[in-house]
């Protein structure tokens, strides 16, 4: 095939928009490669983005992610709609294993014309994995899916950043899980909308419903009180319910203007923000700020104004 064959001219746009898969495909792997046609695209699409719900997935290696989904999207098929998922896979680009277990745990899909699976390499994107993610949201957005899932490993800062895509966060844990109190470790509690105890079928549930929502009553000034619901994601038990809820998290934000392609945007781009400036401030010698560090101990210096200057020297070192 000749490349002018896929050059993204108005008539491809118009494929894409239509949700033709194979357009789609092509399109999604230009935006993966960060290359001059992914660009085009991504430009060409954006009046045509925000129509979407982006529902997010995480939790630890398996919790039984992609097995929930694929019951997620079996429950959202039942009801007529169509769903893109986007799974961000924290083995290398070289290993594939976990590519093509995900391949077999979403296979009753395949066929179906309702859904699009896409697996995304956690390593080796350029301005990181959460833009990739981000953008290949927005391409399947575009072309016209009702519902995107995007499912990744909360083990790290960048799968954190990528949680940061979705409008409702999905924080799977599993029976056993709050002893430890992993889960606040982890952060789960943080960035969960709804908290979900997978492998309900097995000892302990209900101990770890009780020890989550009693950990979720520490955290406060939320608008948005999250539920911790159980499922087994193999036989499809609660997953009913996690979708109603789902939709009653999507419907609350929707009128707090906390969803759709802007408010994507804004997440990631305060966690981004965020996250550099930790870094560039645990990293730091920086001789101004250990001085305003020793004007604080001092108590010549409010917190306050302490913290508003560090933010301002880690900006301008970056
Ligand atoms: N007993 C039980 N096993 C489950 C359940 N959900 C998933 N599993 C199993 O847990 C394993 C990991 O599931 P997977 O979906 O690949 O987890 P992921 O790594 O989080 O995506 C698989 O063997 C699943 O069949 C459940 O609700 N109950
Ligand atoms: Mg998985």
């Known amino acids: ?21 194979s357009v789609l495909a092509r399109s999604i792997t230009w935006i993966e490669n960060q290359n001059a046609d992914g660009a085009t695209v991504l430009a060409a699409i954006q009046q045509s983005v925000g129509r979407a719900v982006v529902v997010g997935f995480t ?36 290993s594939g294993g976990a590519i093509l277990g995900d391949r077999i745990r979403m296979g009753e899909h395949t ?3 309702g859904v699009f699976v896409r697996s995304v390499a956690s390593r080796g994107h350029m301005g990181g994995l959460s833009l990739t993610a981000a953008r290949i949201v927005d391409v399947m957005d ?40 992993q889960a606040v470790k982890a952060g789960i509690l943080e960035i969960a909308d709804i908290l979900v105890v997978n492998k309900a079928d097995m000892d302990k549930a209900d101990q770890t419903v009780t020890q989550l929502k009693a950990m979720l009553q520490l955290t406060t000034g939320n608008e948005w009180a999250t539920p911790v619901l159980k499922t087994v994601a193999t036989t499809g038990d609660g997953v009913p319910e996690l979708a109603a809820s ?8 929707h009128g707090a203007h906390k969803t759709g392609p802007v408010a994507r945007t804004r997440r990631l781009i305060s966690s981004m923000a965020s996250d550099r400036v930790r870094k560039h401030l645990a990293q730091s010698s920086d001789e101004q700020l250990n001085q305003i560090c020793e004007a604080v101990s001092r108590g010549e210096l409010d917190f306050d104004t302490a913290v508003n200057r560090a933010i301002k020297i880690a900006g301008e070192e970056n």
């Open 142 to 181: 575009s072309s016209g899916f009702d519902v995107i899932v995007v499912e990744t490993v909360g083990a790290g800062q960048s799968e954190y950043e990528v949680a940061e895509v979705a409008d409702t966060k999905v924080v799977i844990s599993t029976p056993g899980y709050g002893d430890d109190i």
């Open 111 to 113: 066929n179906d014309p």
């Open 246 to 253: 789902i939709d009653e998290h999507g419907a609350a934000m």
């Open 1 to 21: 095939m000749t490349r002018a064959a896929h050059t993204p001219d108005d008539k491809w746009i118009e494929r894409l928009l239509n949700g033709e898969r």
């Open 59 to 94: 939790g630890p290696p398996g919790s039984g992610k992609s097995t929930l989904v694929s019951a997620y999207v079996r429950e959202l098929r039942r009801q007529g709609r169509t769903i893109g998922v986007v799974a961000v896979d924290p083995s290398s680009p070289f």
